[in-house]
């Protein structure tokens, strides 16, 4: 590029932005943001693997509650486990 053309590049602000500024801008931003998804994504699977399970031991808790405390007027009003206890004497 000759003395001229970065003259004329200079009098065009828009033009010398596209091509000596946007550039690197973007390619900052595209490296950044591939180390923030590498950075993080360790994080989100510890935050799953724990969200999975919250839900396995509350459905577990549920589940005991229903066999051990629920009295069903089906059952005449006993819990599960004590009508199973029944049926199988």
């Known amino acids: 590029m000759g003395e001229n053309d970065k003259i004329q590049l200079e009098k065009q602000p828009m033009t010398y932005a596209m091509l000596n500024v946007f550039p690197p801008v973007a390619l900052f ?15 989100a699977i510890r935050k799953r ?27 005449n009003y006993k819990s ?3 009508y199973m206890e029944e049926m199988g004497q």
């Open 29 to 43: 931003a595209a490296v950044a943001t591939v180390l923030v998804g590498v950075a993080i994504k360790e994080k």
């Open 80 to 82: 599960t486990s004590v």
């Open 49 to 75: 693997k724990k969200d999975i399970d919250d839900a396995v031991n509350q459905y577990h808790h549920y589940f005991l509650i229903q066999l051990y405390s629920l009295k069903l007027p089906s059952l």
